[in-house]
């Protein structure tokens, strides 16, 4: 019967010290750690770039029907 008891004591507290290390690494390591901000800036950062190429897309058709429309005069005046 102590053995039991024994081992029920060891099961609990290991249990419990698996719990508090995962609670411990889950708020120092992960919260404290700046890795999910980087993570956050990053997301933003190319979300805002997508942003940016999206808008400036009809610019750079224009840009490039004017250069092949300019293309084409100076080889029809050849």
Not at 19 to 46: H, P
Not at 53 to 75: T, V
Request: aromatic share 16%.
């Amino acid at each position: 019967m102590e053995n039991w008891s024994l081992k029920l004591k060891f099961f609990v507290t290991r249990k419990y010290n698996v719990n508090d290390k995962f609670q411990n690494l889950w708020s120092d390591s992960f919260l404290q750690r700046s890795v999910w901000k980087t993570w956050v800036c990053r997301l933003f950062l190319l979300a805002s770039l997508l942003t940016l190429l999206l808008q400036l897309q009809p610019l750079m058709l224009l840009h490039l029907l004017q250069w092949k429309l300019h293309f084409r005069k100076s080889e029809e005046a050849r």
